[in-house]
């Protein structure tokens, strides 16, 4: 076994703050891409994979949720992450030093408060723990990223200022994948069901669909659509829903889900994260 947990991004990044926090036995494999972590996993480079899905201020992460349904993994735990922003600075500086701080496009909009506070210009970076791993290389002491906490640790930088963001509930959605399903009750809060489908070429289909889960007592938390293949007319649904696909309701649900349906695929059924209310 790998012991292994591969994640998109830099040592440092948020997702990396993930893989530790829930798998802190662990190794964490950094991917340049998403498809590359889920490649790691299938080719046997790591266990599992840690995606991101949806922040809760920017919604959902783009294109995670067409590459699931093709990823031949399976969703075994969700994890969520709150987006802790601090400025890091070569050891010694302070905040008065900083001219300038770099990071991700999306930080660097997060933190607009504190930034004009102290008179700091953004600059853009690739991502978050690179602008750490840059600042800590340039020897600038003019010079802070935004980004994690651990980013910080990893690259030898100081805590100039911590929890920044502007936004106090910040928090990114993780999806623990794996080549294995998992099907059995576990946790303490539930469990989630996640599946894709695809609605019958009848005219309101997808609201009836949808009216068994109503009907039976089912609360979906989520439901998206994209399209398929780039095309127009050929839309995949992603949910999620409250229960186990043996409970009695989320059975009668599915079963009439499966009517109005074509190409229903459960991607994962897993416990709730305590975190999620």
């Known amino acids: ?26 190794e964490a494999l950094p991917c340049r891409t998403f498809e590359d972590s889920i490649e790691a996993v299938k080719t046997g480079q790591a266990e599992l994979a840690m995606l991101p899905v949806e922040n809760s201020t920017y919604g959902r992460v783009a294109d995670i949720h067409s590459l699931l349904p093709k990823s031949g993994l399976h969703i075994i735990e969700e994890a969520f992450v709150r987006v802790h922003i601090n400025l890091l600075g070569l050891p010694g500086t302070k905040v008065s030093d900083i001219k300038h701080a770099m990071s ?8 607009k408060g504190f930034l004009q ?14 602008s750490a791993r840059h600042v800590s290389q340039a020897g600038d002491r ?3 990223a935004l980004a994690s906490p651990l980013a910080g640790e990893i690259y030898g930088l100081d805590a100039l200022a911590e929890h920044i963001e502007d936004n106090s509930t910040n ?13 059995s009750r576990r946790g303490t809060a539930g469990m989630i069901t996640t599946f894709v489908f695809q609605v019958r070429n ?11 889960f109503a009907t039976n007592g089912v609360n979906m938390t989520k439901l ?7 095309s127009f007319t050929a839309t995949q649904f992603y949910a999620d829903i409250e229960g186990h696909p043996d409970d009695p ?9 499966n009517y109005f349906t074509t190409n229903v695929e459960i991607l994962g059924v897993y416990p709730a994260d305590p975190g999620r209310n």
Do not use: W
Not at 104 to 111: E, I, N, R, S, Y
């Open 1 to 26: 076994m790998t012991n292994r947990i591969a994640f998109q991004g830099e040592p440092g990044a948020y997702s990396h703050e993930a893989c530790r926090n829930a798998r802190q036995h662990m």
């Open 117 to 130: 506070e102290h008179g700091i210009h953004r600059v853009t970076g690739a991502d978050t723990a690179g």
């Open 249 to 257: 309701n989320v059975a009668l649900a599915l079963d009439e889900l």
């Open 104 to 111: 991700h496009t999306v930080l660097l909009g997060q933190c």
């Open 142 to 144: 003019s010079l802070a």
């Open 202 to 212: 009848i005219p309101a289909a997808l609201y009836k669909a949808m009216g068994g």
């Open 171 to 183: 928090t990114t959605r993780f999806l623990i994948m794996s080549p294995d399903s998992d099907t």
């Open 224 to 230: 998206e659509s994209y399209m398929v293949d780039g």
